[in-house]
Every structure is written in structure tokens, then in C-alpha cells.
């Protein structure tokens, strides 16, 4: 009950803790039949009048534990896109953004050093989640797609084909759910590309991958810690596939969304930026003088300090494997 009250008249900050503790207790089978009723009505609620996209997503996501779907309500602060499919969350402004990590963090690996220029992060749209098998194959059945040169994997195959492949067993529920593996940075550049030549008019819109800057930003939703809930790296299983947390498929949205409204931004798949990534961290001989590009996100396969905020990875534009997807920036003109 307690809890109830917060999610229904408490600050912003209030409702959305409580919503994601109410989305842990639904997960309990001896949830009476009335508390559950009252979590229900209080999510609808919230989702249809809350104007801080992290309350919004917290509601709907307790009530999808419970087994409902329960509509948007705030259009100017969170919104589905008609051409991509995704939900779209609005993230705040910010006049000066640095990334990096403490020095303090024991963790930190080089490559994770804070940067020297803070740059300014424009209020632009996440997608909430990455971006899904079933937004995605419209266009890996493309002509779009079949243009999208350098797909091979180190196995050979072509990761167009391999991702096909993959969602030829699925429902539709099924692909609605699972995270778009198997991507490189090529081909989410050109689903971009794709996604932009469909805009018409209303609303006029761009699609784009994240800078490392704003994924980094969007990740911590305003929490100085390693992580967008703290520091300690035992709670990230409540927000973070992790620890080799994977059954078939990433399946999106399982654990609680940050503060901003975003799932999955610690552990599931590595995600792409349109980041560099700097030549000066690449040791490797076999990589020297290659053009490399940033992803983060941490996999699911690794511990929860490797799904910190700061954490990076790189890969070349033309590369593919299980563990990489991406998520959607869309900026609104």
C-alpha cells in the first residue's frame, strides 16, 4: 500500500522508484488478487499523465510484469514512431557533458579516461530499447539492405542472411522482443539511411546512431556513479543482462529502465556509436592502422563491471558478431 501511495502522489523521483519495486513484487506468484488490481490502475494512471519519461516507462514496465500493456499517455515526453516502430523517450539537455570514468573507480580500464572538452547534449529521442528483429526485418528485406556492402561475419557467412535466418522461427511476439544481433556499423548506418527516406512531413525527423557522448550521458540518467543507479555493481542484475544472463535471445525491456525511461543501456548487447575510437588504445598488431568506431553497452556474457556507464569496446564499420546491435537517436526537426 505503501508503495501504491508513493506511485500515485509522490515526487517524480518517488513514483519511479516505487514503479520499479512494484515491478519486482508483481513477479511474486502469492501477489493477492486485489494488490495486483491496484498496481494496474495506479500504472495506467501514471502512464497516462506522467511527464518524466523514466515514470512512464517504469509504470508500463510493472505493469508488462503483471501481464498488461498499458498505453502512452505522454506524447510530448515519450512517443512510439509510426516508421520505425520503436518508443521513443526524450532526454534532457545538457550544457556541458564529459565522459569518462573516475579515477577512483578500481575497474577503469585506460581507454575510459575522462575527456578534456565537455561538449553540449541537445534534448534528442532515445529509442528505449535496441532496436528489435521485428523493426528491423522490413528492411533486411530490402533492396536498401542488399546494397549494404562488407555483412561477412568472421565465420564467413553474411550476417544479413545469419539475422534472416534467425527470425525465420520466430513469431512475430517473438521478434518484437528479441534485440537485432549480428548488426554491423555499416548496416545500422544505412538502416538509418532507410528510416530517413520514408519521413514525409509529419513529423519531420532524422534518424541517427548515438555519439558516445550522448549514449554515455543517456546511460547514467543524471547519477554520478558507475552506474545510472549507483555504485554498486551488485544491483545491476535489477537493470543489466549480465553475467551471462541470455537464453535464445536478448529479449528486450526485461529489467527496470533508468531514470530517463531507457532499458538495456548496462549488459544485453554491445551497442554502436558513431564514435572513433582513439588509434592510441588499439595494441593490437593485427588492428594497427585500422579505422575503428565505439561500442558500448557491456554483453551479457560479462560480469557487471564490465557493464559499467564508461565501459567501451570497438570494432571495425564492417563487423558483425552475436553480440552487437545498436539503438536509435531520432531528432525531430
Known sequence: RALNDKAADGTDREKYVAFCLLGELAGREDLPGEARARILEVCASAARSAQWPGVVSAARWAAGRLGE???LGSADKVLVD??????FVRIPPCAAYGRGAALT???RFEDEEVVDTPVAIDGVYFSTTEVTMAVLEPFLKSVASEAVVNWATQEGARARDVVLA???DLTLGEKQRAAANHISLNAARAFCDWLDSKVEDSPA???RLPTEEEWEYACRAGNVGRYCFGGDSQ???YFAQCDG???TFQIVGQKMPNWYGLFDLHGGLWEWTSGRYEARFVTEPEHAGKEMYAYRSGGYYAPAVRCRSTQRNRGEAHGSNYYLGFRLVMELK
Open 105 to 107: 573507480d578500481p575497474d
Open 166 to 168: 534467425e527470425m525465420r
Open 245 to 247: 544472463s541470455l537464453g
Open 82 to 87: 509510426d516508421l520505425s516502430g520503436l518508443s
Open 205 to 207: 525527423r532524422r534518424y
Open 69 to 71: 500493456e498499458i498505453e
Open 235 to 237: 544491483y545491476a542484475r
